[in-house]
């Protein structure tokens, strides 16, 4: 997604967060869908929407089977991502799907 242009997010439908408001400030939002879980991969894999910020802490299980949706949704390649897995620690840091690396900051913590 182009950070220049309205965005549509996705976002948890159970979780509102201050730190979501706060990195989404500088960009132009259009739409915000809700949705639960690893489905929010697949709202920005089939189009729904732009881009997916997670801004806490997720296990590599809690969002695996969505990331590799979202990767291998691309065409005619797969889209790129941030995610790493069989980590030292299982846990996964705040990440943006959607996005491309150096186009935003993630709040600190």
């Keep these: 997604a182009d950070p220049a242009e309205p965005l549509r997010i ?3 439908r159970s979780h509102p967060s ?3 408001e706060a990195f989404l400030e500088p960009f132009t939002i ?3 869908v809700k949705s639960g879980s690893s489905l929010k991969f697949c ?3 089939d189009g729904r929407a732009d881009i997916y910020p997670r801004l806490g802490p997720t296990m590599e299980w809690d969002v695996a089977a969505g990331d590799c949706v979202y990767r291998n949704s ?3 390649e797969p889209h790129p991502g941030t995610l790493r897995y069989n980590k ?3 846990k996964n840091p705040s990440f943006v799907i959607g996005l491309s690396p150096g186009s935003y900051e ?3 913590g």
Excluded: N, T
């Design 10 to 12: 996705v976002e948890s």
């Design 106 to 108: 993630l709040p600190e």
């Design 30 to 32: 259009s739409e915000r």
């Design 74 to 76: 691309g065409d005619p």
């Design 18 to 20: 201050p730190a979501l």
């Design 43 to 45: 709202v920005v894999a």
């Design 88 to 90: 030292p620690s299982l």
